[in-house]
DNA sequence: AAAAACATAATTTTT
DNA sequence: TTATGTTTTT
């Protein structure tokens, strides 16, 4: 029992505690990943069968971790029979071998998002209800609140408060969309990400036979990350443990960070009142930070009014302050980030792996990407647009879909006319409704051609592609009987012109078209061999499908374990550590956000995910904020973030000198510090990002611009530099040969000159973009 | 029916 | 700024 050997005495407690309820609070850093797999490890070790075990987490990735690490201790096969994996996808798979009793067929396709905004789009426009008045997204919010809430739609119509809240809100279609909404995705055999929960909480609650089947199989169940469970999932929980009661939950309710997609708090908080017998063990020593960001943590996050005592601590060396840098706009901010981790990779041998930067929204990546591909500083962007997102492989994927699962209109209205071959919207339109009219599938309309044709009212013409169309269709499916996944994908970007079509876009984004699609097809055939190896694998294109559509942290799965620097979401970063933290626009208005900012209950969550952010940091941790930042296409100017001021002045440190005296004249946030805005036009603020950190930034304001006679080329690494002039004939890459005719500007750094070009007429151009070379 | 031109809305976080 | 949607042109 070596895996025993380590485990503090609170530690131990958890892991050996077999039977009964059991609540384990884990602050931040206090082991909770170690705890679950070595529970997992020894209730295996003890005789439990892993099949009888159901592990559930919140992300893929960190189920994957898990599996990686229970496997070290028990051993692959062992590993593999467990049921580990996402609610979403657990519940996926069980709802695919009973999907029968639900009226769907196994193969129904799983909507994400971006589908199911497609489908409340269409059933708006169907209803012909005012999309103004009902956002699409705004509805399906809505929707999403009553299905993780169990309100369907009978149980909708039946409650007279929420029809009076709605009606009060000025939605009073709600009711009608919500109806449509449901009658679609089943129509279309498909399941949105909320009726993977719902369905499963009626499977359960309808089919007693089917409950005890898997209260029976899951004898032990183990939920990570308790404190983001919604209702729903808190019920499928409650209703599997109900026969047994040996469940093990495990969450930090200073670490609740997803209320926004229905996660109760209260899960956790009334874990007591669902279990009296429980036990409770609470972890409170953080072995992953230095004491400095635990007790900069715990002050901040003492300003919560909603949370359990806890008293995390950590032994570590007091470490270095938090050092705060403010910079003057997104830029500049992200270039002191990527200078300060191209320093620290080269005096202190960090990895650049041992980086993170951690960041509100996605949009935020841009500046730091640009940023840290100027120094050639290794980076992965985590989270985003996902690969499988992206349009190309999006479209390639939906004549998978429809081969899986013929009724998938949303993928047969993405591909029917893509690439284009004259079926048009007008025929697509009139064979929906035709379809409608005779109350049948539009597939089978499509299956029987020369029947329905007649009644159509299509050319032969049209008819003849659209028959073309389903015959290329019915021909994938028979190859996809012999065939494997790869081959027929391959196929069908191939035969459908898809491949053609993207290649004749030789732009550079066409390229990467293409070679997305190469990556996507690479991808498939790594799903093969992985599937064959494993005992019990399943090579098919649904199981291939399922797997994409429940995961967004895919990436391609090539270049991964690399020495690379990361950039995510803090709500990403749950679950990660990482030696150095750069936590980035902390700004009021970004972070907490100003969507978020209106009640306590929101600005609390807002500090929880402060919180999450710093306990990320083993070693060290940056702040940084800019003065102003470009968003929606101006420059907005903002304040520091709440939270800085919220950090003890003992745990921080500013790096721009004067900012530090300033700061500690003054122990509040709010003085003229944060006063001096620049008022300039963004390319400005532009600098040399050669400088030292310790620049101070107060340039002087660039005044009235004057037209001047000469000015010296610059490019965008700061460096070699010619002397340019009115009437210079210049060469532009991508514009070609031109005369400059005017040049603007005082600051050196941000010369504006006019170019009339020979082919593209006139431009305005910085020179220290615009790359011109004099002739 | 397809492409191009034009207009306008949007950026919170994820399974 | 970008992404998306709508209208106009070919």
């Not at 009073?172 to 369905?199: H, P, Q, S, T, W």
């Not at 036979?209 to 808190?234: G, M, P, W």
């Not at 329905?452 to 073309?468: C, E, H, M, S, V």
């Not at 709500?571 to 902390?586: A, D, M």
Request: charged share 25%; proline share 3%; hydrophobic share 40%.
């Amino acid at each position: 029992m070596d895996y025993l050997k380590g485990l503090n005495e609170a530690q131990f407690e958890a892991v050996t505690t077999l039977q009964g309820p059991l609540m384990v609070l884990a602050g931040a850093g206090s082991g909770k990943t170690r705890v679950l797999t070595m529970r997992i490890a020894h209730l295996i070790t003890n005789g439990v069968d892993p099949f009888n075990i159901l592990a559930l987490t919140f992300t893929n990735k960190a189920a994957k971790e898990m599996k990686e690490r229970i496997a070290k201790v028990v051993g692959d096969s062992d590993a593999r029979s467990l049921w580990m994996g996402t609610f979403h996808s657990v519940f996926a798979r069980i709802l695919r071998s009973e999907a029968h009793y639900l009226g769907f067929s196994s193969n129904f396709t799983i909507y994400d998002a971006q589908d199911a905004l497609n489908v409340m789009k269409k059933v708006i426009k169907d209803l012909s209800i005012d999309a103004e008045v009902y956002k699409p997204k705004k509805v399906l919010a809505r929707i999403s609140q009553y299905k993780n809430n169990l309100i369907t739609v009978n149980a909708y119509f039946n409650n007279p408060e929420l029809l009076e809240a709605d009606e009060r809100a000025n939605m009073k279609m709600i009711g009608e969309i919500y109806r449509k909404y449901v009658d679609m995705c089943f129509r279309n055999g498909a399941m949105d990400f909320d009726d993977l929960l719902l369905k499963t909480n009626e499977l359960l609650t309808r089919f007693p036979e089917v409950l005890a089947k898997y209260q029976d199989r899951f004898r032990y169940i183990l939920v990570d990350e308790y404190q983001d469970t919604n209702h729903s999932q808190y019920l499928i929980v409650k209703a599997l443990a109900s026969k047994f009661e040996n469940i093990c939950v495990v969450g930090d309710d200073a670490q609740s960070i997803y209320s926004f997609r229905g996660a109760n708090i209260y899960n956790i908080l009334n874990f007591k009142k669902d279990y009296p017998d429980a036990m409770t063990v609470s972890l409170e020593q953080n072995y992953r930070s230095t004491q400095n960001i635990v007790d900069a943590a715990n002050v901040v996050i003492s300003k919560n009014l909603q949370q359990f005592k806890k008293n995390v601590f950590s032994e570590n060396e007091v470490g270095e302050k938090i050092k705060v840098y403010r910079s003057l706009s997104d830029a500049d901010e992200a270039n002191f980030v990527s200078a300060n981790i191209f320093e620290l990779h080269n005096t202190q041998q960090r990895k650049f792996s041992d980086f993170a930067i951690l960041y509100r929204t996605n949009s935020q990546t841009r500046a730091f990407e640009d940023a840290l591909r100027k120094k050639n500083i290794p980076y992965r962007v985590y989270g985003g647009l996902s690969f499988y997102q992206r349009k190309e492989v999006k479209d390639l994927l939906a004549y998978l879909r429809i081969l899986v699962n013929e009724n998938d209109s949303e993928a047969l209205s993405r591909i029917i006319n893509y690439p284009a071959r004259g079926i048009g919207e007008t025929t697509q339109n009139k064979l929906i409704v035709f379809a409608d009219s005779q109350n049948v599938p539009v597939t089978q309309v499509l299956d029987n051609l020369g029947f329905y044709a007649p009644q159509l009212g299509l050319n032969n013409g049209i008819i003849t592609k659209l028959g073309d169309f389903w015959a290329m269709i019915k021909a994938f499916q028979v190859m996809l009987k012999t065939e494997n996944v790869y081959d027929v994908a391959m196929e069908v970007a191939k035969r459908s012109g898809l491949i053609r079509f993207l290649k004749e876009d030789q732009t550079p984004e066409g390229i990467s078209r293409v070679e997305n699609i190469q990556e996507l097809l690479n991808s498939m055939q790594g799903f093969i061999e992985e599937q064959i190896q494993v005992e019990g694998g399943d090579p098919s294109l649904s199981n291939f499908m399922e797997n994409i559509a429940l995961s967004a942290d895919t990436q391609s799965n090539k270049d991964d374990d690399t020495d690379k620097v990361s950039l995510m979401t803090i709500h990403l970063s749950k679950g990660l550590e990482f030696p150095v933290v750069h936590l980035v626009g902390l700004e009021e208005n970004l972070f907490p956000s100003f969507m978020s900012s209106s009640t306590r209950e929101e600005l609390e969550e807002e500090r929880r995910l402060f919180y999450v952010a710093l306990t990320r940091a083993e070693k060290q941790a940056f702040f940084t904020y800019a003065v102003s930042r470009f968003q929606w296409g101006k420059i907005t100017d903002s304040e520091p973030s709440r939270f800085l001021s919220e950090v003890d002045s003992k745990y921080i440190e500013f790096i721009n000198p004067m900012m530090e005296a300033r700061f500690v004249n003054n122990s509040g946030v709010n003085s003229n510090i944060f006063d001096e805005r620049p008022s300039e036009p963004r390319f400005f603020k532009k600098k040399d990002e050669k400088k030292t950190l310790e620049r101070n930034f107060n340039t002087p304001p660039a005044k009235k611009l004057k037209p001047i006679a000469t000015a010296k080329i610059i490019n965008p690494s700061g460096s070699s530099s010619e002397d340019i002039e009115v009437g210079d004939r210049v060469r532009h890459d991508r514009f070609g040969v031109g005369e400059v005719t005017f040049l603007d500007g005082t600051d050196p750094q941000n010369i504006k000159a006019k170019v009339i070009f020979a082919n593209e007429g006139e431009k305005n151009l910085i020179l220290k973009f615009a790359k011109l070379t004099k002739i």
